[in-house]
């Protein structure tokens, strides 16, 4: 059952790959870059959120977003809500190769198994210190 779960979220992430929509720079066009990542938790924090998705070779990993991004107008991220089967999952944009902005789509519902809780006493105001994102594959 273990090894089918891994094959199913091992050919998620394959098939949802990077998508590339690359225009021509010489005529002083930009170039956009997106890559749309599948979520294994969300954990919301008084200062942002704390993403756990998983790795190319499956090991999780932690992405810190900070609330900033989210709060102000044209920032560096958004936040969409839906009951879809599809989230929760993260759509990175890139604008001539550099971080432009990033795209959380997460459950309506918090109490859907794929929100988590952190503790209130925890201290990851370091973590949130962030100005871009910067994801391992």
Known sequence: MK???VLVFLAAVLLTGV?????DQA???E???TLTIP???VYPHRLGYKVVYNRTDLYPTVAYLPGRWFTAAAGKG???YSEHPSVPYMTIIWQNNEFDHVRLVVHT???HRSWGALPSDAD???EFQVETLDLQF
Do not use: N, P, Y
Request: hydrophobic residues 40%; charged residues 35%.
């Open 31 to 33: 170039q956009i870059q």
């Open 39 to 41: 979520i294994l938790k």
């Open 3 to 5: 090894r089918a779960i």
């Open 124 to 126: 990851l105001r370091e």
């Open 19 to 23: 998508e590339v929509f690359a225009q």
């Open 109 to 111: 519902d918090r109490t």
């Open 27 to 29: 005529s002083g066009r």
């Open 78 to 80: 958004e936040i969409m």
